[in-house]
T-cell receptor, first 117, second 114 residues
């Protein structure tokens, strides 16, 4: 069975400081990993995904994520946080053994990021 | 939110009523999904459909029903059997090509039971 854990319900960071939102996963095979962001009363927006290759993945709005197979982690990072980054962030996983893209992603419970001016 | 529309944005229901939430996509995606979002519980999968005229139950299907008569449409009915339907409902779709395909989400419908 696939699962995702986001160990922090809330992360607070000062504007201009680096931010990290943590995610660990569990799959039987190898993972495809995804990060999404949700602003209040909106749908989820795709930020980035890890497929294969370089462990550091760059995405939208200056976000990046680092895949670590030995630690089964896929932490989201940004070098300098903005107040406008304040939102709810979701990590998700799909096992590579799934035949296609038409199976559901498994989501974590989300981490609320607050960037303080 | 582009490519997937959900309507209405806000919906109010009296106890004992069935209501239907609309989801339409113009992305030519084969798969469509319905999630329920409650504070602190993340996203929970209600139903999903991998192809027209076929659908599967997710983790919390009780009290809900769906249909998939057209590729672009995947309506969700919240029945009176759903005891606590007040929540934010999200529809999503994805391409069947490759397990690396991400899901695209609609803007959501907030359902409130009066």
């Amino acid at each position: 069975a696939q699962s995702v854990a986001q160990p922090e319900d809330q992360v607070n960071v000062a504007e201009g400081n680096p931010l990290t939102v943590k995610c660990t996963y569990s799959v039987s095979g190898n993972p495809y990993l995804f990060w999404y962001v949700q602003y209040p009363n909106r749908g989820l927006q795709f930020l980035l995904k890890y497929i294969t290759g370089d462990n550091l993945v760059k995405g939208s709005y200056g976000f990046e994520a680092e895949f670590n197979k030995s630690q089964t982690s896929f932490h989201l990072k940004k070098p300098s946080a903005l107040v406008s980054d304040s939102a709810l962030y979701f990590c998700a996983v799909r096992d590579m053994r799934e035949g296609g893209g038409n199976t559901p992603l498994v989501f974590g419970k989300g981490t609320r990021l607050s960037v303080i001016a | 939110d582009g490519g997937i529309t959900q309507s209405p944005k806000y919906l109010f229901r009296k106890e004992g009523q069935n209501v239907t939430l609309s989801c339409e996509q113009n992305l030519n995606h084969d798969a469509m999904y319905w999630y329920r979002q409650d504070p602190g519980q993340g996203l929970r999968l209600i139903y999903y459909s991998q192809i027209v005229n076929d659908f599967q139950k997710g983790d919390i299907a009780e009290g809900y029903s769906v249909s998939r008569e057209k590729k672009e449409s995947f309506p969700l009915t919240v029945t009176s059997a759903q005891k606590n339907p007040t929540a934010f409902y999200l529809c999503a779709s994805s391409n069947r090509r490759g397990a690396a395909s991400e899901q695209f989400f609609g803007p959501g419908t907030r359902l409130t039971v009066l």
